[in-house]
């Protein structure tokens, strides 16, 4: 028998029962063309491969890329080898150009990865997209090493079809402490003097130290075994899709993407092989009628870490 959770964790899990449910919402597609409308805000439960050449063409206005790390990785029973970086990089020679034809002449891509598979993912997107950046972002979890430094960074590759691209950089600014506060005329440049601190808001750069991996107390969390976090994704989706604009993730997993770009306004297309995750993404999707709430972003502010009372004492109404 399975242990009963600790009184705080919050894991989000899906039995049996509601999975019979839950499939009534998700697409099985068969070898024929899917229309872009059949497939807005959607999950797709299918292998990538058989479902790529189907897709619409250019109906995707950003794609959010977290294909399977150059690692040795179960996904409930698929599991995924470390091969070598050609090996990779022809893995992902297989299918990305095929998938870059769903992109919009001016959308954006994201592809996540780590260290290990950065030299595979910068060729593909050197050779498809337009490379705008490379975006690092801290985990502070992390296993420890003894002849090593510890790996708690990963990557975000930014590409863009052309050279013509939406990108909101008001929609992502930080709001951050001031720790050497500058006064011009002895009133405060930029800044914001508050009882619990000096706080200005700030152009985001490419090194992200904000973010939260999901853990057991969070109610985003899952079982996925990488399970990107929403604060993350919804940086990607507000930078780099208009409202109302459709997100493509093909590696959707338990549904973050979808998730975030429904309580932003956006809508989406998901693809996951497995159907237990696809499960998983849709009760995440209802839950989210009723809770909108993304960790971390408040009233269209981007928070540091560790600042949740705050949040709740500038942007709850009194």
Same mark, same amino acid.
């Given at each position: ?105 001016? #959308? *954006? ?6 260290? /290990?598979?950065?030299?595979?993912? %910068?060729?593909?997107?050197?050779? =498809? $997209? ?122 959707? #997993? *338990? ?6 770009? /429904?309580?932003?306004?956006?809508? %989406?297309?998901?693809?996951?092989? =497995? $159907? ?43």
């Amino acid at each position: 028998m399975d242990k009963p959770k600790a009184l705080k964790n919050r894991t989000l899990t899906v039995s049996a029962a509601e999975c019979e449910e839950l499939k009534a919402n998700i697409i099985f597609p068969e070898n024929k063309a899917l229309a872009a409308s059949a497939i807005r805000n959607k999950i797709l439960c299918g292998n990538l491969f058989a479902v790529l050449d189907f897709l619409p063409t250019e109906f995707a206005d950003l794609l959010i890329i977290d294909p399977p790390y150059n690692l040795d990785k179960n996904f409930k029973g698929l599991k995924f080898s470390k091969t070598s970086d050609d090996t990779y990089l022809q893995y992902l020679e297989s299918w990305f150009p095929r998938l870059c034809r769903t992109l919009k002449p001016g #959308g *954006s891509v994201y592809m996540c990865g780590d260290w /290990k598979s950065t030299y595979s993912l %910068y060729q593909i997107m050197r050779d =498809n $997209t337009i490379i705008r950046n490379r975006i690092i972002w801290q985990r502070e979890k992390g296993r420890g090493a003894q002849a090593n430094w510890k790996n708690t960074c990963e990557d975000i590759w930014f590409g863009t079809k052309s050279n013509e691209y939406y990108f909101n950089v008001d929609a992502v600014k930080q709001k951050r402490r001031v720790l050497a506060p500058y006064r011009e005329n002895k009133n405060p440049k930029d800044w914001q003097e508050t009882p619990d601190g000096n706080f200005r808001l700030t152009h985001p750069g490419n090194f992200w130290d904000d973010i939260s991996v999901p853990y057991w107390s969070m109610p985003e969390n899952t079982e996925h075994p990488a399970q990107k976090p929403e604060k993350l994704i919804a940086k990607l989706i507000l930078a780099s899709c208009t409202p109302g604009g459709l997100v493509l993730d093909p590696f959707i #997993g *338990s549904g973050t993407t979808a998730v975030a770009a /429904k309580k932003l306004g956006r809508n %989406y297309t998901g693809i996951e092989i =497995n $159907t237990e995750y696809c499960c998983l993404a849709e009760k995440r999707l209802m839950l989210a009628e009723t809770n909108p709430a993304i960790q971390g972003y408040s009233n269209g502010i981007f928070w540091e870490r560790n600042t949740f009372n705050l949040q709740r004492r500038y942007t709850e109404p009194s």
